[in-house]
């Protein structure tokens, strides 16, 4: 059993920044990919961002490309995703997951566990 706690959410304005951590515990030597996902109000749960066990390789979804870096450190088993240039559409609770596989990185259905969320709000 691997367990996530994220934390770090918050309120923030417009064009700032705030960066959500997750912090795993237990089996994670099982764990191969870290990912976030989001849920805003009234929309489904979709990808963010995924980074493998080196840290080696990332993936975003176009939505936060070139303003959402996610990270890790294996030292911890800490996962970070550091958001810049925010907006009020990614207003979402942020959801980390641990998946033991890598390609099927975007869908949720892959992850094998899954942290309680934590909510970011963008105000305008």
């Known amino acids: 059993q691997v367990q996530l706690v994220e934390s770090g959410g918050g309120l923030v304005q417009a064009g700032g920044s705030l960066r959500i951590s997750c912090a795993a515990s237990?089996?994670?030597?099982?764990?191969?990919?870290m990912g976030w996902f989001r849920q805003g109000p009234g929309k489904a749960r979709e990808f963010v961002a995924v980074?493998?066990?080196?840290?080696?390789?990332?993936r975003y979804a176009d939505s936060v490309k070139g303003r959402f870096t996610i990270s890790r450190d294996n030292a911890k088993d800490t996962a970070y995703l550091q958001m810049n240039s925010l907006k009020p559409e990614d207003t979402a609770v942020y959801y980390c997951?641990?998946?033991?596989?890598?390609?099927?990185?975007?869908?949720?259905?892959?992850?094998?566990?899954w942290g309680q969320g934590t909510q970011v709000t963008v105000s305008s």
């Open positions: 997951a641990a998946s033991r596989f890598w390609n099927t990185y975007s869908n949720s259905q892959a992850y094998d566990y």
């Open positions: 237990g089996r994670t030597n099982s764990i191969y990919a």
């Open positions: 980074v493998n066990w080196s840290g080696s390789s990332t």
